[in-house]
């Protein structure tokens, strides 16, 4: 098990598939993009397949997410899916994804063993979305939701970051449409983990924001607390249910004490936290011959020395040199 030094279990894996986007949302990376890592850093398919394995059989991982950078741009990544299901005992696997050629792949995903979806939307409206996003693809983001709800990639959930004088205003009309629909609605603040450091506490929309902005039109009663076990967002119940609506407040209520996650960035280095400074190279133990068992202890080792907390209140907190994009979200 990936257990660490105050009792916690990491149970489930963030896998990063490749580190580029064919977005630029404001809070993650600027207009110009990043510098993308070297294909030969990049764990191939089999690398990747042969981590998770490790991680099923040997670690005790039993949720799988697929992230990045965008996963959809990774050729391999039905593949991928596939051969994970396969493994014994199988994994749940689900995709956080900006949903952009979701229209495509949701039903071969599907086939290949996914279970679900959260597709990230900050808007309903096209032109926001062009400058939030810095592209013209707000349709092909509602095209893809409504493809993996089509599919069966269900509950399929909606990942939204609110941010100041663009689209703040717009929660009550987001949960609306998510009710219409079908889709689990999760807001979640913005943290410092954009490449451009332009991130500020005083800046950002708040949960307690959001919530007041929500109430003007909706009856929000909090989900009870063991219904929640690790999950990052809090829930609450909308105008009696049964739709309900999550809030992922990391910064102004992290959930540290109840993380049960383990991270894998595309070019195969383990983060015991989105917010870690440190990493864990397996890529290295990978390519130079060691077997499952020592590539198992180097990752238990790397996740007994977890952090109590992401450390965001404290005076002395510095930035990952890794944005969010290069970990995966
Ligand atoms: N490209 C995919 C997507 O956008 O869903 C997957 C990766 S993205 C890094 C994962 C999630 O992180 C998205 O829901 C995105 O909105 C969120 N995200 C990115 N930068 C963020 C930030 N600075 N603060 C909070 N959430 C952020
Ligand atoms: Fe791309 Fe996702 Fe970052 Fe937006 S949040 S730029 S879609 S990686």
Redesign the pocket.
């Known amino acids: 098990m990936l257990v660490d030094t105050y009792g916690r279990v990491a149970t489930d894996l963030r896998v990063s598939l490749t580190d580029r986007?064919n977005?630029r949302?404001t809070?993650?990376m600027p207009e110009e993009g990043l510098q993308w890592l070297a294909k030969p850093d990049l764990l191939s398919d089999d690398e990747i397949v042969r981590l998770i394995s490790i991680a099923v059989t040997s670690l005790g991982v039993t949720e799988v997410r697929f992230?990045?950078?965008?996963?959809l741009l990774r050729p391999g990544l039905v593949g991928i899916v596939e051969r994970c299901a396969a493994l014994e005992p199988r994994p749940r696997m689900s995709l956080?994804?900006?949903?952009i050629g979701l229209g495509r792949t949701a039903a071969a995903l599907r086939a290949a063993g996914l279970d679900r979806v959260?597709?990230?939307l900050?808007t309903l409206r096209p032109e926001v979305f062009k400058a939030l996003t810095r592209r013209n693809r707000h349709h092909d983001v509602l095209a893809g939701l409504a493809a993996a709800h089509d599919a069966g990639l269900t509950p399929v959930k909606v990942?939204?970051?609110l941010m100041t004088g663009l689209n703040d205003d717009e929660a009550p009309e987001l949960l609306a449409w998510a009710v219409e629909h079908g889709y689990e609605l999760r807001f979640?603040?913005?943290?410092?983990?954009?490449a451009q450091h332009g991130?500020k506490r005083e800046g950002m929309i708040t949960a307690g924001d959001i919530l007041t902005s929500l109430r003007t039109r909706y009856a929000l009663t909090p989900e009870d607390a063991e219904a929640r076990g690790a999950a990052p967002a809090e829930r609450w119940i909308v105008d009696g249910g049964p739709h309900r609506v999550g809030v992922i407040a990391?910064v102004t209520r992290p959930f540290c004490a109840a993380c049960d996650r383990t991270r894998l960035t595309a070019d195969g280095q383990v983060r015991d936290c989105l917010f870690a400074r440190e990493e864990t190279d397996l890529r290295g133990a990978l390519r130079s011959g060691a077997p499952d068992e020592e590539i198992a202890r180097v990752w238990r080792r790397a996740m007994w020395g977890k952090k109590a907390g992401s450390g965001l209140d404290d005076p002395s907190f510095l930035q990952p040199d890794r944005?969010?994009?290069a970990?995966?979200?």
Do not use: A, H, K, R
């Not at 956080?96 to 949903?99: A, K, P, V, Y």
């Open positions: 986007c977005l949302c809070y993650c992230t990045g950078g965008e996963p956080t994804t900006n949903g959260n597709v990230s900050d990942n939204t970051v979640i603040e913005q943290m410092p983990l954009d991130w990391s944005p969010m994009s970990i995966g979200g």
